[in-house]
Structure formats: structure tokens, C-alpha cells
């Protein structure tokens, strides 16, 4: 044990400071610091997680949603289809049950369109001129805080409307269009200019626009989708996912009948799965060619397509397509796991001569997707399937970044914001802006740093208790997920140990025998500042620190 941890240890047990072996002569003295919570960590948008969950247990609920907007603009989005690793970080879960930190940022934003808040207004311009190409999450979050730098931002978008997967790959089911809608609305009263219907393809659309602005960011997506070569030829039996969903969010999802089978996953094929059981479909069912423990899908997707009835099939591969007595059959070899792959997860081999059929009326190939490459100069560089880039988001040409599944194979919505923030920054950084930096490379508040007595176990608000019923929501596409009242909002922020986060709790006051510790006033710089004069190094304030905003730092010879 480290001698810090050994001063931690005995300063509660003993409440005296010999033990420590300080007193006059200190040989270590507190010190505030900034150590990022492992929630904050772990998001990819590099959320300061803790400080806004401290704003709605304080009921200071427009403040909260103005520190959570810092770094995401879409908090009722996010609240709805991040992935949100940042729980599966939560120091709480070693307690008693990690935080629902996705409901609360939903809460959040949700609360902020019902009462209209604005981002506040950008008060100042700047010369350069940016152009994004592709209005997905990626680049609508590159647009965001690109624009809050002060700096002149148009977007270039193919389709009709902005938001690219959360508009057309993501069933109104789990993201309603109308808070898309108002959250994309609130982003562009920010002032930055669109232009849809406009596709950039060729080279000299991209030469054009690298003459007319200082840089560029594409964030074209992933839009190829994925086939099997023995099904070249079935195009008239078997839909393909992304084109589907696409349909469906359009509103010209075509019949599938009553037999429906979805290869794949994803989360496309869950989604395909469930819409398809929405639209009248009797029988649903995916085929994996792996277990549920492989499947990339969010695990949550899963349970709840479960519940609506879409039935699975794993360890099974689609060979070829039969037809008898005019029923037509997809054949499936049987399947077992091997050694793990690239991927990390094991791989499938086949079982010789053993095989599977189904009858069904329609197919969905839902397989994943891959990049078209950018038309753009020469030496652009495919790394791992995807348009390599460097740490900061730019591309072998200069000026040009990119983002977003275009050079990622990580295809989450919370992660394609991230690289669409990175690369705001650095183009910041580029034009002689300032930045602000990540957490990354910063050690996080350990659980053992967290003073348990002051945190009662208290079970989470379970998101599995807000939601439609089964049997309404398989009729039509409504929103399956809940939202969380403020009461029960603001419960679960209490529930949150604000990890390296100073609340202002005055326990290091408090507990301090010699008097050491002053409160600051004003909000710049620390809450608080120790006395060295008085300081004898007993560590109270640092065991009494609820949630480990404190350490005992060793002083020099």
C-alpha cells in the first residue's frame, strides 16, 4: 500500500495526526485538483458529466443543461440512442447501481425544448470560412462548436433535410422526428448556412470549395451497404437494411408480407426486425451467424425486440435461397465458434453438412456498411476499411478533416459527435483560435477514492420502468422509451457521487482541526485554499472529501 493510502487509512480510524507522522514537520499537504470522473472518461463528446448532474440535484436546471450543451447540442438525442458507455463506467455500480446518466441527459434536453432555451448568442466573427460536407451527427457537431469559436460555417448536405443516420437509419420508435427537428432548429439560430439537395461528388466540387473556404470537414458516412456475393441476384426477394429503413422513415416502407427474415447483428437488423413487425409483419426473425453475446447491437435493442416478439436464430450462416412448390426457403449452414478474429470476438466456422431452412416472404440483408471515398486530390489513405486520419481528425491533405463513419468502424452516434468536436478544435487550433483540451490523458477518481458513508444505497431509476407497453407499441411507431419526471431526476442526480468534482459540501472546513482550510468567494480558480501555515498534513479533509476532489500531495525535500 502507497504511503498516501496509508495516511487515508488512519486518518479516520485514529482522528489524530500522529499517526500520520506530520505534525509540525508535514511531510505531505492537501491539494484541490481536477481528476476527471471515469463516466467523463468514457464519453466520447468528452462530457463533464459530474457538474451537470450536480446542477439538476441543486434544481439549477438551466445552468446544468448550459454546462451539458458545452460539449453536446443534442442532449435529447443522445438521451435516446447513445450507446452511453459513460454508465458502464460508473463508479456507483460498485456500490449499489451505476447512475442512469442517459435518462437524466435526456430529462435535460427535453426540458430545455419545452422551455425554449437558446444557446447563448455567438458575440463574435471571425475571418475563416469552414465547409462540411455531410449533415450527420459528425458534422452537425463539427458545425456546432465550430460556430461557437465565432467562426463562418456552411454545411453541404445530399438529401433533403440535415442529420444524415438520425434522421433516415433511426426509427421514429426510438428517436421521434419532431425533437430531431427542434434540436437541429436551435442549432442553426446559431447562424450557420445549409445547403441540401447538393451533393458533392465529383473532384471539382471538392477543388472548388478548397478554393472558396480555409477547410474543410466531410463526414459523408458509411453508404455502401454490405452483400453476400451468392445473393447478387435475389435483388426482387431481398431488401436491403439501410435502403429499408430509409423507406420506413420516409414513409414508403413497401409490404413484406407475413414471413420476414433479417440477416444480421447491428443495430439495423434490430431495427429493419422491429419496424418490420410494426408495419404488419407476422413473424420476425434475425438470423446471427454468431450467439446474442457477439451480437454489436446495444444489448438493451435487443431485450426489447425480444419482448415485441422478433424471434432469433444464432449460429447460422444464409447459403443460398430455395424454392418448392412455391415456397421459397433461405437455407442456412449451421455454425460454431472458433478462435477469436480481428475483431476480438470468435469466429464463426462452419459445421460440415449441417444445415438450417426458413420460409420466408421477404429478406432483409442487414450486414453492415462501408465507405465511398471522398473524390478529393490524391493520397488519400483506406486504414482498417475506412479513410484513415490522424489523432486530430485531418486527413493527408492539409486543411481537409474528416469524421463520423467515414473513418471509423466504432458506429455509434456519441462517437461520430466526438470526432466531429475533435475536429472543431483542431481547426481552431489551426486558425490561431483557443481550444479546449480533453481529458484523455488524465487519470480518473478510482472507486476507492469515494467516501461511501456519505452516500446512502438507493437503487437507480430502472429506464425498463418507462416504457410503452408491449402491446401498444408493436402497432405503430411510437416512442417505446419514456421520459423521467423532475422529481425522479433530481433523485437519481442525488444518487451521483460527482466523482473529482468539487459540490461545495464544506466537509474539508468542517473537519479541519487546525483551522487550515478558507472558503474562496466568486466562481473563477478553487472553492477552497489551505492555509500552509497552519496545515499540519492530517489528511481529515482529504478522508472527509466525499468524493475524492482532494489528495494528499507529497511535498519536496
Known amino acids: 500500500m502507497s504511503k498516501a493510502a496509508n495516511m487515508l487509512s488512519t486518518a479516520w480510524t485514529t482522528l489524530r495526526s ?5 505534525g509540525t514537520w508535514r511531510s505531505a499537504i492537501p491539494t484541490y485538483r481536477y481528476c476527471p470522473s471515469p463516466c467523463h ?9 459530474p457538474a451537470w448532474i450536480d446542477g439538476i440535484e441543486k434544481g439549477e436546471l438551466h445552468g446544468a443543461w448550459l454546462k451539458l450543451a458545452v460539449n453536446n447540442p443534442f442532449p435529447s438525442i443522445t438521451g435516446r440512442v447513445c450507446h452511453h458507455p459513460c454508465e458502464s463506467y460508473c463508479n456507483r455500480g460498485q456500490y449499489d447501481e451505476k447512475i442512469s446518466i442517459r435518462m437524466l441527459e435526456r430529462y435535460l434536453g427535453d426540458l430545455s425544448l419545452e422551455r425554449g432555451w437558446s444557446f447563448p448568442a455567438v458575440d463574435v466573427a ?21 460556430r461557437l469559436e465565432g467562426y463562418t460555417v456552411e454545411i453541404y448536405e445530399a438529401r433533403q433535410k440535415l442529420g444524415g443516420l438520425l434522421r433516415y437509419g433511426i426509427p421514429a420508435y426510438r428517436l421521434p422526428k419532431e425533437v430531431l427537428d427542434r434540436e437541429i432548429d436551435r442549432l442553426l439560430e446559431l447562424g450557420i448556412e445549409v445547403h441540401t439537395d447538393v451533393a458533392i461528388n465529383t473532384p471539382g466540387e471538392y477543388d472548388r470549395l478548397q478554393k472558396e473556404y480555409d477547410a474543410l470537414f466531410i463526414s459523408t458516412g458509411a453508404q455502401r451497404s454490405r452483400k453476400l456475393a451468392q445473393f447478387e441476384d435475389s435483388s426482387g426477394i431481398i431488401q436491403d437494411g439501410l435502403d429499408y429503413l430509409y423507406k420506413v422513415n420516409s414513409g414508403q416502407a413497401p409490404g413484406l408480407g407475413q414471413k420476414v427474415l433479417v440477416i444480421g447483428g447491428g443495430n439495423t437488423a434490430i431495427d429493419t426486425a422491429r419496424s418490420a413487425k410494426r408495419l404488419g409483419a407476422d413473424q420476425v426473425m434475425i438470423i446471427y451467424r454468431r450467439t446474442e453475446e457477439e451480437m454489436p447491437s446495444q444489448k438493451s435493442e435487443i431485450l426489447e425486440a425480444g419482448e415485441e416478439g422478433i424471434l432469433f436464430t444464432f449460429l447460422a450462416s444464409p447459403v443460398r435461397i430455395e424454392k418448392e412448390n412455391g415456397v421459397q426457403k433461405l437455407v442456412c449452414q449451421k455454425m460454431q465458434l472458433g478462435e477469436n478474429d480481428s475483431s476480438g470476438r470468435p469466429r464463426p466456422e462452419p459445421i460440415k453438412d449441417a444445415y438450417l431452412s426458413f420460409e420466408a416472404d421477404s429478406m432483409i440483408m442487414a450486414l453492415g456498411s462501408d465507405i465511398v471515398m471522398p473524390k478529393i486530390g490524391n493520397g488519400l489513405e483506406i486504414q482498417d476499411s475506412v479513410l484513415k486520419v490522424d489523432g486530430k481528425q485531418e486527413t493527408s491533405i492539409k486543411n481537409v478533416f474528416a469524421g463520423g463513419d467515414l473513418t471509423s468502424n466504432i458506429r455509434f452516434v456519441s462517437t461520430a459527435m466526438g470526432a466531429g468536436k475533435k475536429a472543431a ?7 490561431g483560435g483557443n481550444t479546449v483540451q480533453g481529458s484523455s490523458d488524465l487519470e480518473t477518481v478510482s472507486f476507492e477514492e469515494i467516501n461511501t458513508f456519505y452516500f446512502p444505497r438507493n437503487p437507480a431509476v430502472v429506464s425498463g420502468s418507462f416504457q410503452l407497453v408491449v402491446s401498444d407499441r408493436i402497432k405503430n411507431f411510437e416512442e417505446v422509451q419514456l421520459g423521467i419526471s423532475e422529481e425522479q431526476a433530481i433523485g437519481e442526480a442525488t444518487r451521483c457521487f460527482n466523482c473529482g468534482f468539487c459540490t461545495v459540501c464544506d466537509n474539508c472546513y468542517y473537519f479541519c482541526p487546525d483551522m487550515a482550510i478558507a472558503r474562496n468567494s466568486g466562481e473563477d480558480g478553487p472553492n477552497y485554499t489551505v492555509l500552509d501555515q497552519y496545515c499540519k498534513g492530517c489528511g481529515l479533509c482529504v478522508r472527509e472529501c466525499p468524493r475524492g476532489a482532494i489528495v494528499l500531495k507529497e511535498e519536496s525535500k
Do not use: W
Open 41 to 49: 472518461q468514457a464519453c466520447p463528446v468528452n462530457n463533464d458529466i
Open 126 to 146: 471571425k475571418k475563416e470560412r469552414v465547409a462540411i460536407i455531410g449533415g450527420g451527427p459528425a458534422g452537425l457537431s463539427a458545425a456546432y462548436h465550430l
Open 425 to 431: 478544435q483542431q481547426m481552431a487550433q489551426l486558425f
Open 18 to 22: 500522529d499517526a500520520l507522522n506530520t
